[in-house]
Nanobody
C-alpha cells in the first residue's frame, strides 16, 4: 500500500519554528514531486510549497517565501518543510501530496496531487 505520513506538527509561539516531515512507504519517493498544502478551519486548501523529484526545483506561496524551506532526503524517503518565524496566519492542518503531473508542483495546483497524507496540525500561539 502506498502511503504518505506527516509528522512534526505541534504548538509553537509566534516567531518560533517547526519542521514537518512527510515520509513515504510502499513506493520510491524520488520518482515524484511532493507538495505541501494547508487548510485552516473555514478556509480553502492553500498550496504552501513543492519540491521536484530530485530536489532541483522548488516553489513557494508568497505568504511563506523567506520563512519556509522545503527539502528532501530521498535516501530516507522523506520530504521536509522547515517553518521559521511562524505567525498567526500559519495555523492549519498541513498535508503532503504526490504530484501526478508536470503542472502541479510549479503552480501549487492541488488538483494535480492524488495521494495525500493524513495531515499534521500546526498551532501558533501569540
Amino acid at each position: 500500500q502506498e502511503l504518505l505520513v506527516e509528522s512534526g506538527g505541534g504548538l509553537v509561539q509566534a516567531g518560533g519554528s517547526l519542521r514537518l516531515s512527510c515520509t513515504a512507504s510502499g513506493f520510491k519517493l524520488d520518482d515524484w514531486a511532493i507538495g505541501w498544502f494547508r487548510q485552516a478551519p473555514g478556509k480553502k486548501r492553500e498550496g504552501v510549497s513543492c519540491i521536484s523529484d530530485r530536489g532541483g526545483r522548488t516553489s513557494y506561496a508568497d505568504s511563506v517565501k523567506g520563512r519556509f524551506t522545503v527539502s528532501r532526503d530521498n535516501a530516507k524517503n522523506t520530504v521536509y518543510l522547515q517553518m521559521d518565524n511562524l505567525n498567526p496566519a500559519d495555523p492549519a492542518i498541513y498535508s503532503c501530496g504526490r504530484d501526478y503531473s508536470d503542472y502541479g508542483c510549479p503552480h501549487l495546483a492541488a488538483q494535480s496531487f492524488h495521494l495525500w497524507g493524513q495531515g499534521a496540525q500546526v498551532t501558533v500561539s501569540s
